[in-house]
């Protein structure tokens, strides 16, 4: 009899404890309330994602924490960034993505220089990537998408990439999606940034 008693308790526990680790939601546009397909969908700071299925839904689960950001990344669209915390786990969540400034990207796509990774390259992956020795053996598969403008009043480089890098590590022996939203270099003033 004892041990039946604890095999039930395990049998109706086991849904709640082994559920509490997923975290569902839907990806739409904001605007017009579509739902959006192919959208990454990750836990920041880690190496849980996915992306929406055609029905702009989701699933996340593997993860330990109880509060941490979901990032929804897609092209044509801001990226959001969304805190979960532990009392809204196991909630369904809505996730709205806002259109990509279109005036911003056509004032990039013009004024870019046209054998920028040539010019800056260098400066991307001393930075972004780093100039140690495993550095060497990593590359990014897509540097095609990052646009480059050089303001030479300011001296200062600004990059762009609309779509997510894929950074080839062949040191660990993986590849990494990276959102590069923005990546300054201020020569003049002698800083970095990068988000």
Known sequence: MKYFFT?????F???TIFGQNI???KVTDQATGKALEAVSVFIANSSTGTTTNAEGNFALSGFTTKQFDVVASCIGYET???NISGEILNNFINIK?????AELENVILQSYEKDGWNKWGKA???NLIGMGESAKDCSIKNKEVIRFVFNKEQNLL????????IIENKYLGYNLVYDMQSFV???KHNYIFFR
């Open 13 to 15: 526990c086991c849904p």
């Open 97 to 101: 993505l806002k259109e990509r400034s």
């Open 80 to 82: 959001v960034t969304t």
């Open 185 to 187: 270099c201020d020569y």
């Open 7 to 11: 095999a039930t308790i395990i049998f």
């Open 124 to 126: 991307i992956m001393d």
């Open 23 to 25: 975290l569902k939601g």
């Open 158 to 165: 600004t990059a762009y990439a609309f779509e997510p890098l």
